[in-house]
């Protein structure tokens, strides 16, 4: 008597995925609901490049230095000033955390103090922290992850670099994988996550099928460059949720010992904090947004400031304790702002 063959077993059991789900009503998305505010922690120029619950990938070749990109964001988030013409804005009990998994520690450690030198910190406020993983293999890695991102207040999550949450970058089932479990990450906490992922020697792509779909996947992609002269530029590969910025090059300035932008624009855009400013110039951005309204509301005052000035809402809010302090504007008994003749200074 024949045996019965045996059933070829899956990886997947579609039929008990399909017992779980959730009745499909829970899925129906009404474009009348109103949503919470989009917490936007990431803008270059004013343009929006990531938001909690969403995924920023940096992607470049080797040593193009895509580390200080992140190193930049990171700087930017725990200092709230401008850092290599990148804002990002976090709560004040907001926590930023960079996972590690190349480098050994003692390049760890040169790298957070080239950082510390970046913004001009001696030491990094206790709102920080970095996790040296190298050690750790993928599976263990997103177990890390998982833990520090459901067990404390964390905004802004840097993993340097993702090929690391995966044995095989080409792997289609791995990768979903590991989609899934960025997903997952994302939906259940209100935190904005960046991918440092390298691109192929020969092509300017993310590298493997992960990067592929992490570019389909991400909120925005910037694309970091070496370029003839050495210096490194900043551009735009994918936008989602805003209109390109303008690309940008930095550069090792060997006069003060750090990095410097070299801004291709004019005076004006070159200014990336609000003291690079000069009162006249303040005072010609403020005639034009008033130009067709005596008075505004705050929150529409927010928006043309930060339209005008190609910064983020953050930087906006920042220009406006400015302006009550220099009488360069005033807020009415109704809350309406008008603008006022300024005072010198």
């Not at 020697?201 to 590298?207: E, L, P």
Request: with cysteine; glycine share 4%; charged share 25%.
């Amino acid at each position: 008597m024949l045996a019965k063959p045996k059933q070829k077993k899956t990886n997947t059991d579609t039929s008990k995925e399909i017992e779980t789900i959730q009745p499909v009503e829970n899925y129906l998305f009404n474009i009348n609901d109103i949503l919470p505010s989009e917490n936007v922690i990431v803008s270059i120029q004013g343009k929006k490049c990531l938001s909690t619950k969403n995924v920023l990938v940096i992607s470049g070749k080797p040593k193009s230095r895509k580390s200080v990109v992140a190193q930049s964001i990171i700087g930017a988030a725990i200092c709230g000033k401008s850092v290599l013409g990148i804002e990002a804005n976090i709560g004040l009990n907001d926590k930023v955390v960079l996972i590690d998994t190349e480098q050994s520690k003692h390049d760890l450690q040169n790298s957070l103090h080239r950082m510390c030198g970046l913004i001009n910190l001696d030491i990094l406020p206790n709102n920080f922290m970095c996790y040296s993983v190298r050690q750790l293999n993928p599976y263990k890695v997103k177990q890390a992850i998982n833990e520090i991102v459901c067990n404390q207040n964390v905004r802004l999550l840097v993993i340097d670099g993702a090929l690391d949450l995966i044995l095989n970058m080409n792997d289609i089932l791995e990768v979903k994988d590991v989609l899934d479990f960025l997903k997952k990450i994302l939906t259940e906490n209100d935190v904005a996550l960046i991918l440092i992922v390298h691109q192929s020697k020969t092509a300017n792509f993310t590298i493997g099928h992960l990067g592929s779909f992490l570019d389909r996947f991400a909120q925005t992609v910037l694309e970091v460059i070496k370029i003839e002269n050495g210096n490194s530029e900043i551009k735009p590969q994918y936008m989602r949720s805003d209109a390109d910025f303008k690309p940008y090059e930095f550069y090792f300035n060997h006069n003060i010992n750090n990095y410097s932008i070299n801004w291709v624009e004019n005076l004006e855009v070159k200014a990336t904090d609000i003291s690079d400013y000069r009162i006249d110039q303040h005072q010609a951005k403020l005639s034009k947004i008033f130009m067709n309204n005596s008075e505004l509301i705050y929150k529409d005052f927010l928006k043309l400031l930060a339209r005008e000035y190609q910064k983020s809402e953050y930087f906006a809010k920042q220009l406006v304790k400015l302006f009550y302090d220099k009488d360069l504007i005033l807020k009415s008994d109704s809350g309406y702002i008008t603008l006022i003749e300024a005072v010198p200074f």
